[in-house]
């Protein structure tokens, strides 16, 4: 470990690429305390520390609980690459994007941005007109005005979704990914605060102190779970033609190739009709309820539906991502194949076969973890703002530690690559 330590030390190339990531993470955080012009926040009485618009906030940074112009941050975007992905399934236009390699990734790229935009734009409208729209005094209600301040919030939208793409291309890691465990990180503190404020405050007994450690560990075990879900590999053992004797060649599947992506899919889609409900309508209303025993992660029909939506994003991420007919025609083309299974259509349905097999494991297996933190506050009978907190904090570890094995491992990645090409 020490070596690799050293080694990404020693690298200037990736030393830099880390410095330019954490100045730009340094600046969204500086910038998320800029407020909306012509809001008064002294008059906001809407609660975003939990219910529906606590992922939101989350998301980031407690920037909405501070009605900043980066109230939003990088969730349009999520919910954009959501929706274009989808769509690419059913529309055949779009479908054939996939198949026309870069040029159809340029466009999917400029798509899900173009659709971002627009989706920070109602979001914000909604989001303004929503909690009432407090201005500063002397300031006369009026569209315009209502409209200049959507608009603010979406420039400061679409400055996120920038900062995330200089982060991939001039930085480390998945600059999406950054941004949302940036803006993630904060939700921890409160979680640990709100914990040790129930069970080890001014009713401190060793009774609460055996709970609060219950609690403690089971994040613990989520951090572990989640890095060895993440180093896990299924490997298919793989023979070239032109080769003799034995090679040790093979296929890494990764048992949960879609990562954490699910769970962030999942958080995101069911929170949209809860804000939008909670923002347009009275929070006792008939369909207020309705939508929110449905929707929400905290009530039975919620959980069942983030369950399904975890099971159903990461399967159709992984086999979006990791292509069995790809691999097979690269086999045939390198005059490889699989020791016992013939080239072609066999080889497509035997990685297949295994690719479904060690999904069906990750995916049960993260979505064990995200219910986790639900089921515990089931248990210990937390109120609806601890259950929030509890909830989301521990999505937050679940992200913010996968987030971290992907970006280590690319580090490491890069410094290796620096390292061989530097020997020529």
Known sequence: MWQRIKLVLSNKTVMLRIAITLLIILVFKI??????????KEQLTTDFGSGFLSILNSYSGQALARFSVFSLGISPYITASIAVQLLQTVIPSLKEWNEQGEAGKQKSARLTRYLAIALAFAQALLLILGVGSPLQHGVRQSIWIYLYMALTVTAASAVTIWLADLITAKGVGN???IM??????TSLPIMYTTLSQKYLGSSFTWGNLGLFSIIVLLNIFILLAVIYVYV???KIPIQYANRQGKTDSNIPLKINSAGVLPVIFASTLTSIPLTIVGLTSNSTSGTSTWINNIFNSQEPLGFILYMILIVIFSFFYTFMTVNPTQMADNLSKQDAYIPGIRPGEDTKNFIAKILFKITVIGTVFIAVLAALPIITSWIFGFTAAEASAISIGGTSLLIIVGVAVETTQQIEAAANKDQYTGLF
């Open 175 to 177: 600059g999406t990914s």
């Open 232 to 234: 896990a590999t299924r």
């Open 31 to 40: 910038a998320s305390y800029i407020p909306i012009p012509l809001f008064n």
């Open 180 to 185: 949302i465990v940036t803006g993630m990180v």
